[in-house]
């Protein structure tokens, strides 16, 4: 694939789009399968990462370390090693990240009722 150039309207649109929409700026922030999966799990409190790992188990360690580290750097989940042998870390959601409790659970919500309208959509969904 090839790489855009950073001065290529392409960048300077999408700039302009994340800053002006809302609903884009979100799902820049947790858009995509995993994501709004690590959020949810982590609405009940700081997990270690074999818990988080447990809690999604079709999910790969690559994608899931790819996603924990985006959602660190989107500061809606905090990090925190512990200086033990073997190493002890935890994530935390930020204040920002516990702001999106509502937003996860009206997803679920609505996922809940639609699977009931449409049960034959169910069908392979992951």
Do not use: F
């Not at 999408?14 to 399968?33: A, E, F, Q, S, W």
């Not at 999966?37 to 790819?66: C, D, F, V």
């Not at 959601?93 to 639609?114: H, N, Q, Y």
Request: glycine residues 4%; contains cysteine.
């Amino acid at each position: 694939m090839t790489k855009v150039k950073e001065s290529s309207t392409y960048h300077a649109n999408r700039d302009i789009v994340l800053k002006t929409c809302p609903v884009t700026y979100v799902m820049n922030k947790i858009g995509g399968h995993w994501k709004p999966i690590i959020l949810y799990h982590l609405l009940s409190g700081s997990k270690r990462y074999s818990e988080i790992k447990r809690e999604m188990p079709h999910i790969t360690e690559k994608m899931l370390i790819q996603h924990l580290k985006q959602l660190e750097a989107d500061r809606l989940l905090i990090r925190e090693a512990k200086p033990v042998v073997p190493p002890y870390v935890t994530y935390t959601l930020t204040e920002s990240g516990r702001e999106l409790d509502a937003v996860i659970k009206e997803m679920a919500k609505w996922a809940i009722k639609d699977m009931e309208r449409n049960p034959e959509a169910n069908v392979g969904a992951l």
